[in-house]
């Protein structure tokens, strides 16, 4: 079954408005997620790495103001987009590693689908 | 800056048939994993390699890390329709978590 959920699973909202989009772990704890974006026939890129407790990491041109991630507990980390426009929209994604055999391991959320109009 | 190269961006082939997708890098990771990703679906983890050489198999499938940990290989065997989709590459970066992704391979088997 699913370890990452995301919601909403898809949003269309205009111009100028805000969203937030949810990444939760599924029983178990992530001090750690990622956000990546994924635009349509291209590859995921990542944005920013969401630390529990601390401040977000941001990728180089990935600006921090327009994009805010919180990582309010060990189970949920939320991205923000601020005034949202057309060319924002795009495929949302987190992730969240679990140690498997002495490592980690990234699990995937299903994605958001966000159109701004 | 895309560090991962993925080669074909696209293959189309008959049930039955083998096919290989490559992923090449000028950098070493400290791991590389192997994702399939469905249309408006997150990528689905295959299998990670880690040590160099280092040789996998999951059924049809067949993973192969470089021996300097700088490149690795897809290979299916037999490919059935259910194998279709987009298969990524992915390598660790530091700080560990952090994936670098190739673009992608779209892969379409026809019955």
């Known amino acids: 079954g699913a370890v990452v959920s995301q919601h909403p699973s898809r949003v269309i909202c205009k111009s100028g408005t805000s969203v937030k989009i949810e990444c939760r772990s599924l029983?178990?704890?992530?001090?750690?997620m990622f956000w990546y974006r994924q635009f349509p026939k291209q590859s995921l890129m990542l944005m920013a790495t969401?630390?529990?407790?601390?401040?977000?990491?941001?990728e180089q041109g990935v600006e921090k103001d327009k994009f805010l991630i919180n990582h309010a507990s060990l189970t949920l980390s939320t991205l923000t987009v601020t005034s949202a426009h057309p060319e924002d929209s795009s495929f949302y994604i987190c992730?969240?590693?679990?140690?498997?055999?002495?490592?980690?391991?990234?699990?995937f959320g299903p994605g958001t689908r966000l159109l701004v109009l | 800056t895309q560090l991962l190269e993925q080669s074909p961006q696209f293959l189309s082939i008959q049930e039955g048939e083998n096919l290989t997708v490559y992923c090449n890098s000028s950098?070493?990771?400290?791991?590389l994993q192997w994702y399939r990703q469905e249309p408006g679906e997150g990528p689905v983890l295959l299998v990670t390699?880690?040590?160099?050489?280092e040789v996998k198999k999951l059924k049809r499938l067949t993973f192969q890390f470089g021996d300097a940990r700088k490149d690795s290989s897809l290979h299916i065997t037999a490919a059935q329709p259910g194998d279709t989709g987009l298969y990524l590459c992915?390598?660790?970066?530091?700080?560990?978590?952090?994936?670098?992704f190739g673009a992608g391979t779209q892969v379409v088997v026809t019955p």
């Open positions: 992915a390598g660790e970066r530091v700080p560990r978590g952090k994936l670098q």
């Open positions: 950098s070493v990771f400290s791991s």
């Open positions: 029983d178990f704890q992530a001090t750690t």
């Open positions: 992730s969240a590693p679990i140690p498997r055999g002495g490592g980690e391991t990234q699990y």
């Open positions: 969401s630390n529990e407790g601390s401040k977000a990491t941001y």
């Open positions: 390699v880690v040590t160099g050489g």
